[in-house]
């Protein structure tokens, strides 16, 4: 273990990548990561937790802010307003202003709350998250519950459909339709829209 973790601290501080200013936070991450052995680890989330110390985070304001949750700091964009809401995700590699014609559009009629999950756009996980469908449907309810939303719809793309399902069968009563684009209904091999309490 202190062999590996010298190797990482060596090629973290050898490194002209990243800024010198975040070579001590990187080390002092991948040291609690490698010494906490109730950690589940994996490549992926010690990736995005260096490539967090490379990026330029965008300002907050004009509809977008930051939350803190249990798995991380989460990137979000609300239009607001007291409508029925459809929370939307970007799958990665893109990123909330990929989203902004659809959100602009379904704000004629809904309210749209718009989040990063970790690991994509400017949303980073901390060393509690592991990318399990648990954690992200967990993610999603902190998500809700912080912007004090009781009922939503979802519209989720790709891989993070399986967020949305697996929130769903968890928490039915907060959800009145899914739509998990681009992700396999694991019945029918197709999309399709579910309503979560039938």
């Not at 010690?46 to 249990?70: C, E, R, V, W």
């Not at 459809?86 to 799958?91: G, M, R, S």
């Not at 989720?156 to 681009?182: D, E």
């Amino acid at each position: 273990m202190e062999q590996q973790l010298n190797l990482l601290k060596a090629s973290i501080y050898k490194s002209d990548i990243f800024p010198s200013d975040a070579r001590y936070q990187m080390a002092a991450i991948a040291y609690i990561r490698l010494s906490d052995s109730n950690v589940e680890r994996m490549t992926g989330q010690m990736i995005d937790t260096l490539m967090y110390f490379s990026k330029s985070i965008p300002p907050s304001g004009a509809g977008f802010f930051y939350l803190d949750t249990d798995f991380g700091k989460i990137r979000v964009f609300d239009t607001q307003g007291h409508r029925p809401v459809i929370v939307n995700v970007p799958d990665a590699p893109n990123v909330i202003e990929h989203q902004i014609p659809l959100i602009y559009d379904l704000a004629k009629d809904y309210r749209v709350i718009c989040f990063e999950y970790p690991g994509s756009g400017f949303s980073f996980p901390n060393s509690r998250y592991n990318y399990s469908f648990d954690h992200g449907s967990r993610l999603l309810i902190q998500v809700m519950d912080s912007l004090q939303v009781d009922k939503v719809s979802l519209l989720y793309s790709c891989s993070n459909g399986y967020y949305a399902m697996q929130a769903a069968m968890a928490h039915a009563h907060r959800f009145h339709h899914i739509f998990p684009f681009a992700a396999e209904s694991p019945a029918s091999g197709t999309p399709r829209i579910m309503n979560p309490q039938k």
